[in-house]
């Protein structure tokens, strides 16, 4: 059983860093792909970041490269996004969400192809 726990959300102003974690307790998680996706008050829920079991490859969405970073800690069986240079429109509720089926680079970001969700955790920038 997979169950997927999101921390690390906070309020933070605009130019400040936050970094989330997306933990389980299962040897299962460290086999699987896993994403980061966000919902802002009145919006669908988009792609954010993800990466593979590796840790090697890693996918961003454009409105987040070159201030966000993923990454994971297999032994601690945890993914980290680390968010630098947060803006207010980064303001919204984050999920991690894994799957242990193979992607391609341009799957990563189908919120459908991803079997296990968090319930979220909510992050809002100041300005």
């Known amino acids: 059983q997979v169950q997927l726990v999101e921390s690390g959300g906070g309020l933070v102003q605009a130019g400040g860093s936050l970094r989330l974690s997306c933990a389980d307790s299962g040897r299962a998680f460290n086999a699987m792909t896993v994403g980061w996706f966000r919902q802002a008050p009145g919006k669908e829920r988009q792609f954010v970041a993800a990466?593979?079991?590796?840790?090697?490859?890693?996918r961003y969405a454009e409105s987040v490269k070159g201030r966000f970073t993923i990454s994971r800690d297999n032994p601690k069986s945890t993914v980290y996004p680390q968010m630098n240079s947060l803006k207010p429109e980064d303001t919204a509720v984050y999920f991690c969400?894994?799957?242990?089926?193979?992607?391609?680079?341009?799957?990563?970001?189908?919120?459908?192809?991803?079997?296990?969700w968090g319930q979220g955790t909510q992050v809002t920038v100041s300005s």
């Open positions: 969400a894994a799957d242990g089926k193979t992607f391609y680079s341009s799957s990563m970001s189908t919120q459908a192809d991803y079997d296990y």
């Open positions: 990466v593979t079991r590796s840790g090697i490859a890693t």
